[in-house]
Nanobody, 126 residues
C-alpha cells in the first residue's frame, strides 16, 4: 500500500512562499504520475499541478508562473514550491499518486490519481 506523507504547510502573509513536500513509501515516484491538489472549505477539490513520467508538468491556471512541481527521485519526494501566495491559495493541500490501486480515484490532466496523503494546511493572510 502506497503511503504519502505531506509536510511544509503553514501560515504566511500574502506575497510569501512555502514549499510543500510529499514523501512516498512503497512507491517509486518516477514511475507514475504525481500531483498536488487542494481543497478549500466549501469548495470542490481541484488539481494544482501534475508531473508525469516523462517529466512533463501541467498547472492550473491559478498556479501558472507561481507554483513549481518537482521531485527528487533519490529521496522519493515530491515538492510543490509556491511563491507569491495570496489568500485565495488558502486550502488543504494533498499529494496524490497514480497507479497505487486505491479506490478514491480522481482524473486530472490525463492521469487517474488513486492514492492520497493526509493533507497539509496552507493559510495565507492578507
Amino acid at each position: 500500500q502506497v503511503q504519502l506523507v505531506e509536510s511544509g504547510g503553514g501560515s504566511v502573509q500574502a506575497g510569501g512562499s512555502l514549499r510543500l513536500s510529499c514523501v512516498a513509501s512503497e512507491y517509486t515516484l518516477s514511475r507514475y504520475c504525481m500531483g498536488w491538489f487542494r481543497q478549500a472549505p466549501g469548495k470542490e477539490r481541484e488539481g494544482v499541478a501534475r508531473l508525469d513520467t516523462r517529466g512533463y508538468t501541467t498547472y492550473a491556471d491559478s498556479a501558472k508562473g507561481r507554483f513549481t512541481i518537482s521531485q527528487d527521485n533519490a529521496k522519493n519526494t515530491l515538492y510543490l514550491q509556491m511563491n507569491s501566495l495570496n489568500p485565495e491559495d488558502t486550502a488543504m493541500y494533498y499529494c496524490a499518486a497514480a497507479g497505487g490501486g486505491g479506490y478514491n480515484r480522481y482524473w486530472y490532466a490525463g492521469c487517474v490519481f488513486d492514492n492520497w496523503g493526509q493533507g497539509t494546511q496552507v493559510t495565507v493572510s492578507s
